[in-house]
């Protein structure tokens, strides 16, 4: 099973660039999310999507932006790429009807904005 | 701003030894609890959920729970090198809100 798939596995960006960062996930979760990962600063969410059509903004939402068009595809863009984004991003998704809404990870971006 | 706490570590014990990980948090209202596994360099790996107060066991992992000192930990026995990662404790909250702790690095010795 592929679970969760993210694109790309790293990339290396130059500041004010913009770049989507693609998530998919098979299991036909509801909700959505993504986080981002720094060194001492563990799992902070941007964005999250509870079901197709609708967002909210997590705990570090500025640069950022998303889009749930359908139940599988949750894109984060960064409109002007700037050195703080540096970060390994992962998207993870859940299923909120479930009786513990347990999330699943999938296997994150590594973004460098020099 | 809802809080998750856990020790950094590193946390080292010998193979065969019971590795006993402990998260506090702050906000009563918390609903399920989480623990994950990250090995260095990958995602965060469901290890196992906990949403009643008590002990949940799961072959050699062990979640217990208690909602009054707003602690949950999580207990491995029979350690194994390949334990050796970073451990994650999450917390759900107000249906779909979760918060992370920084994780603590545990170091499991031959």
């Known amino acids: 099973t592929a679970g969760i798939t993210q694109a790309p596995t790293s990339q290396i960006l130059a500041a004010g660039r913009s770049m989507t960062l693609r998530c998919t996930q098979d299991m036909r979760h509801n909700a959505m999310y993504w986080y981002r990962q720094d060194l001492g600063l563990g799992l902070r969410l941007i964005h999250y999507?509870?079901?197709?059509?609708?967002?909210g903004k997590g705990e570090v939402p500025d640069g950022y932006s998303v889009s749930r068009a359908n139940t599988d595809d949750f894109p984060l863009t960064l409109a002007s790429a700037v050195p703080s984004q540096t970060s390994v991003y992962f998207c993870?998704?859940?299923?909120?009807?479930?009786?513990?809404?347990?999330?699943?990870f999938g296997p994150g971006t590594r973004l460098t904005v020099l | 701003q809802k809080e998750v706490e856990q020790n950094s570590g590193p946390l080292s014990v010998p193979e065969g030894a019971i590795a006993s990980l402990n998260c506090t948090y702050s906000d009563r209202g918390s609903q399920s609890f989480f623990w994950y596994r990250q090995y260095s360099g990958k995602s965060p790996e469901l290890i196992m959920s906990i949403y009643s107060n008590g002990d949940k066991e799961d072959g050699r992992f062990t979640a217990q729970l208690n909602k009054a000192s707003q602690y949950v930990s999580l207990l491995i026995r029979d350690s194994q090198p390949s334990d050796s990662a970073t451990y994650l404790c999450?917390?759900?909250?107000?249906?779909?809100?979760?918060?992370f702790g920084s994780g603590t690095k545990l170091n499991v010795k031959p």
């Open positions: 999450a917390v759900r909250y107000n249906f779909n809100k979760f918060y």
């Open positions: 993870a998704s859940s299923e909120p009807a479930a009786k513990n809404n347990e999330q699943f």
């Open positions: 999507s509870n079901t197709a059509g609708t967002t």
